[in-house]
């Protein structure tokens, strides 16, 4: 089977108050219609890649520059599958840019990486000041509710904000250390981060109540999932996640994502149609 290249280049813009979208695309990967269920400011985007998974050697490009003013959500139908390889690594690449007061929801469906699967996912993001952002990364390995461990393969991690935050690790199905040890995955299969950023450094007042609120949520669910939030710099919040499934992460980080807006940027409580169909 010939290998897959798709790139997807999105470019958002702020005029006359209205968030639009200039997209152009080569290979599978496409935009949907732009919505704005909330007000014409803020422009919600679902991403799809209509042949469903990665194979070894496929690679996923996509660009994304928000510019000054705008406010951008996207997300996507479904997982992200990266699929089992016998050679050739699939990559997935993301690159965002945040031009001034731009806002950005990359909130894309959790990955799920197949057992004998060769993987990498790549997501950087780079905010000039004043710009925001919320962004997570969820990692499903093997497939739990199938009861389809992870036993072969490995996939490969990179979520970057620019000059602020690295998370980068590779993931072997054979390191049975970094999988089972209370002070690795400890058994569980889904590992995910997400995050809030700034541009410019958040006051002290308000990070301290967005942390306070976003413990009181976590320590809610503190049954189904393991959660810790910190806050590495006055820039960036971060939230930490273990569990079985994805299901009870995916809950707590809209939750968390829900309160972040509401406390932070004075946006009212909005969730994608399409994480309920």
Known sequence: MPHSLATLKLNYSLEEDCTVLRHAHSGPLRVLKSLYPESKSICHNVLIHPPSGLVGGDVLDIEIEVAQGAHALITTPGAARFFASNEHTAT???????????????????????SGCLGANQTRFELAEESMLIAWDILSLGLPHAKQPFLA?????????????????????????????????????????????????????????????????CDSQKDAVTMGVSSPSERLMVVRSLSDQVEPCMQIFQKIRLAWRSEIWQISSNTPRIWHT
């Open 153 to 217: 393969g490995r996939f490969s991690q990179h979520f970057e904000i620019k000059n602020e935050w690295l998370d980068k690790g590779l993931i072997k199905a054979s390191d049975e250390r970094l999988l089972n040890s209370p002070v690795g995955l400890n058994g569980k299969s889904c590992l995910a981060s997400l995050v809030m950023a700034s541009g410019t450094p958040l006051s002290k007042a308000l990070k301290d109540h967005a942390i306070e609120v976003t413990r009181s949520i």
């Open 92 to 114: 997935q690449k993301t690159h965002a840019k945040l031009a001034k007061h731009a806002r950005l929801e990359w909130l894309p469906m959790e990955t799920l990486a197949y």
